[in-house]
């Protein structure tokens, strides 16, 4: 995943993360009893009945009885049996983008949001793509994309269409023309797919050795190994969503397993920079650079972790004000990038929780508070000296 290139996501989410009135809890109780009363809707042509009182089959992980909710998983397996696809590629899909409907960004959650792209739905359809694709799966007269059965079945339907099952990887490519994104479906698809026993599983994680430590790396279910063999920083993993310095470097940002594979990549990415001082010498190319200023910090994480190529990098020199447009708007479910056109220019980034700052004066409070250049830093308060264009990365 590392110094991988990639071009940026259109299909999937765009606007942040702010809670909304209606929320994914409200959707999930919605989409149940429409999927309870299925037959009686004429879904059951689609093979969609009641929800079972277990929803598991052969090849479900303990990971995805866990993750998914048994409505999702039930429509994940009835759409891939009727199209003859593989469900845990569909689930990988609902994953990624709105995490099985619990993500509380409106496109995800709120019947007719959509976001900057213009997709909506559980499964982030484009109103163009859902006009060819879309299914009634809960035969109401009408596929709405903002429907579980009816996003999951089409997202099945157009999979199939794309070249699935004899290629995934080409189908889910069509899906969204990124190769991070086929990457990241692949991986979720594995891990649900891998049957383990909900037992041994609780138990090698309640003995897992302590936080950081290289032998407890190959037992934290979601850790990209790979990135070891990718960076010249020391690359440790913890369990859990949220990055934390290790205790004995400040430098050094334990990697969270529990978040998606580019998220990772960015972390070892900010890694990479923190022996670096404050100058313009990473532009135009980040890459390799002696110093590093605010925006080149930003270009170098996004273009390490796959999310921006390094020609378009090289090509458009991005510098701070730049970011106040670029991306999504609103904070990101891991990712947030803050960009400021005055009182003078800065951006600056959060990932999985830390903050990667070239500013410190009065904004950090952690090891690195009277360093300059490319850091993490601690405060968790934004700095108020600013006017902040608040983005993430799309999908992240």
């Not at 797919?193 to 190959?218: I, K, M």
């Not at 510098?319 to 220019?345: F, H």
């Amino acid at each position: 995943m590392i110094a991988g290139s990639a071009p940026t996501r259109a299909h999937g989410r765009g606007p942040g993360l702010g809670l909304i009135a209606f929320g994914a809890a409200g959707l999930m109780f919605v989409a149940f009893v429409a999927v309870a009363g299925l037959t009686v809707l004429g879904g059951a042509s689609f093979g969609v009945g009641t929800l079972p009182s277990q929803a598991q089959g052969d090849g479900v992980s303990a990971l995805a009885e866990s993750d998914i909710p048994p409505l999702y998983l039930h429509l994940y397996e009835q759409a891939a049996q009727h199209y003859g696809l593989d469900w845990a590629i569909l689930a990988g899909i609902g994953k990624v983008e709105c995490d099985h409907g619990r993500d509380p960004a409106p496109s995800c959650t709120q019947e007719g949001a959509v976001n900057s792209a213009g997709a909506g739905g559980p499964m982030q359809f484009l109103a163009s793509t859902w006009a060819r694709y879309g299914v009634d799966a809960d035969g109401t007269g009408t596929p709405n994309r903002w429907d579980p059965a009816d996003a999951i079945y089409g997202a099945a339907n157009y999979l199939r269409a794309s070249g699935a099952p004899s290629d995934y990887e080409a189908a889910i490519f069509a899906y969204n023309h990124a190769t991070w994104y086929v990457a990241e479906v692949q991986e979720w698809a594995r891990r649900y797919g891998e049957a383990s026993d909900s037992s041994e599983l609780t138990s090698t994680q309640s003995a897992l050795p302590s936080a950081g430590s290289e032998e407890g790396a190959e037992a934290l279910e979601g850790a990209d190994l790979r990135l070891r063999g990718e960076s010249t920083t020391p690359v440790r993993f913890i369990a859990g969503e949220r990055a934390e310095l290790d205790p004995g470097d400040g430098h050094l940002a334990l990697v969270p397993a529990a978040v998606p594979a580019v998220v990772q990549a960015m972390v070892v990415a900010g890694n990479e920079l923190q022996d670096l001082p404050y100058g313009p010498g990473g532009h135009p190319d980040p890459l390799g650079a002696f110093e590093e200023d605010c925006s080149s910090t930003v270009n170098y994480v996004l273009y390490r972790s796959g999310v921006r190529p390094l020609e378009e990098i090289v090509r458009e020199n991005p510098l701070a004000q730049n970011y106040v447009s670029w991306g999504a708007p609103g904070p990101g479910r891991w990712v947030t990038i803050y960009a400021s056109a005055s009182p003078e220019p800065h951006v600056f980034m959060t990932i999985a929780g830390l903050r990667l700052d070239t500013s410190h004066n009065g904004t950090d409070v952690g090891p690195n508070r009277f360093e300059n250049g490319p850091r993490w830093r601690l405060l968790d308060e934004i700095p108020a000296w600013a006017h902040w264009s608040v983005r993430h990365p799309p999908g992240l």
